[in-house]
């Protein structure tokens, strides 16, 4: 009615949508409420939590970080104003992994059996490798993540597929995390079947896994890495060269999703906040 007030008459308006004259009069004279001045100061919020995410977070991330923030809200709100802003979290789709089986190769045994609910860090890792597109050619990328807290504790882009890509990966790991007889989950391609790998395992006294041919389910926590990179970084960038890839890839693990992606699984925490967790628990 106030949109329209120039072209109707007042009480025309009234009439038709059977309200009050007086009662539209008083609604003019009132002054914005506190629950409509609460929602601007949290779309403030909102949308800054939105924009450090890169753009990425949903509601139930966004509810997560304002509650660590010392907001007391409701997840539905969240979501309503993240709607009314247009904001939403980034879709995930299939990555493309490229690792093959060599014939005649023999695989180590499935020494984790899809029991990936560890309780502490550096017992289970597991390991793929997918590829980045750049103008000029593929780079391929290699993760090693540590099951219990996700964080990406070892990792390697390089241009060609051979082992030293995955035994990159597998030092950067050892370098930074110093396990005991852990066990290393990945796929059957050629270069985690290579003499090359199982020698440096045996040497590091690391306990090499494979999953079982033909089952999406073995190591779906590292392809489930893979489609959040590509829904946070992959699907949302071009690279023009393997440089600039390669920075990107950088900062996104260790900038981002290590110390501030939050995970449903972790309860909203990230990988780094969840091992920090878990080592003052120890304390106590």
């Known amino acids: 009615m106030k949109a329209n007030q120039a072209m109707y008459p007042v009480r025309m308006m009234c009439c038709l949508l059977k309200v009050s004259a007086s009662g539209f009069y008083a609604w003019c004279a009132r002054g914005p409420s506190d629950r409509y001045l609460s929602d601007l100061a949290l779309k403030v919020e909102i949308r800054a939590i939105h924009d450090r995410s890169r753009g990425t977070f949903g ?60 309780a502490t860090p550096d017992q289970l890792w597991v390991a793929d490798i997918a590829y980045v597109p750049t103008w000029a050619e593929f780079i391929y990328l290699t993760v090693v993540l540590d099951t219990c807290s996700r964080q990406v504790v070892g990792w390697s882009s390089v241009n060609h597929l051979r082992t030293e890509l995955v ?7 050892l370098t930074q995390r110093r396990p005991d007889a852990v066990i290393h989950h990945s796929d059957q391609g050629t270069q985690y079947t290579s003499i090359a790998f199982g020698l440096r395992c045996r040497e ?8 079982s041919v033909g089952d999406a389910y073995d190591n779906a926590m590292a392809e489930s890495f893979f489609a959040t990179l590509k829904c946070d ?43 920090w967790s878990i080592r003052d628990q120890a304390v106590a």
């Open 59 to 118: 509601n139930s991330q966004v509810h997560a970080e304002l509650a660590e923030d010392g907001h007391r809200v409701g997840r539905k709100r969240v979501a309503r104003l993240m709607r009314g802003e247009g904001l939403q979290g980034a879709s995930r789709r299939r990555f493309v992994v490229t690792a093959r089986r060599r014939p005649n190769t023999r695989p180590a045994p499935d020494l984790a059996e899809r029991n990936f609910g560890v």
């Open 167 to 173: 035994l990159q990966a597998l030092d950067m790991a």
């Open 204 to 211: 590091m006294n690391v306990r090499p896994s494979m999953v």
């Open 233 to 275: 970084l992959i699907g949302r960038r071009r690279f023009k060269t393997q440089a600039e890839a390669r920075m990107a890839i950088f900062e996104i693990i260790e900038g981002w999703y290590n110390p501030q992606r939050r995970h449903s699984a972790l309860g909203y925490r990230s990988p780094v906040n969840y091992e």
